[in-house]
């Protein structure tokens, strides 16, 4: 309810709902991106562009009514589906941006590195719409439903998807070709 509240102001461009939606919404959206991407100054870029698009959706009258969160992340999700169209293939870090997120601790940040990596590859391999309902699910934390607002898809096709995926993960870590992972991911392949 706070939230349609929040949104219809934004509609009537109240600079602090705005200020507001951004406040609340862009630590997830980076983080989304960034996981999908690897890229900190990327992620950085297209998180802003999500936020420029509410803009421009709201000043033409085709913004979210609803479910803002699902709108920012359906947006987000597009614009990684373009990023990895333009691309033949997905770049790797430089060192420069994987320095920037280095922990104080570099023996930390460098075991983070290497499991971020590692899943990063499994996930990898699964099929696009398996990746995008894995990082959605364990990672942002979203339900079924929420998943599928943000895909265009059933929540049985999300259900579908989910389990494919957490098969494929599962023979990954069987066939020792994925030895560490994220203990929400572990728990759900258990």
């Not at 706070?2 to 983080?31: C, S, V």
């Not at 049985?156 to 560490?180: C, F, M, P, T």
């Amino acid at each position: 309810m706070q939230e349609d509240l929040l949104l219809e102001r934004a509609q009537h461009f109240d600079p602090k709902a705005l200020a507001e939606i951004f406040d609340a919404h862009y630590t997830r959206i980076y983080g989304y991106i960034y996981r999908r991407i690897g890229s900190p100054s990327q992620a950085e870029d297209m998180a802003g562009e999500v936020f420029l698009r509410l803009l421009e959706a709201i000043k033409t009258q085709r913004g979210p009514r609803t479910n803002l969160l699902a709108w920012l992340y359906r947006v987000a999700h597009n614009l990684i589906v373009d990023h990895y169209r333009r691309q033949s293939k997905a770049a790797t870090q430089s060192l420069e941006d994987w320095l920037v997120s280095v922990p104080d601790n570099l023996s930390d940040g460098v075991d983070l590195a290497l499991t971020q990596e590692q899943l990063r590859i499994a996930v990898g391999r699964l099929t696009f719409d398996q990746q995008q309902v894995i990082v959605l699910k364990f990672v942002e934390g979203l339900s079924n439903a929420q998943v599928g607002m943000i895909l265009g898809k059933p929540e049985g096709a999300i259900k579908s998807l989910q389990h494919r995926a957490l098969a494929a993960l599962r023979r990954q870590i069987e066939d020792g070709q994925l030895n560490v992972c994220s203990s929400a991911l572990r728990s759900a392949l258990e």
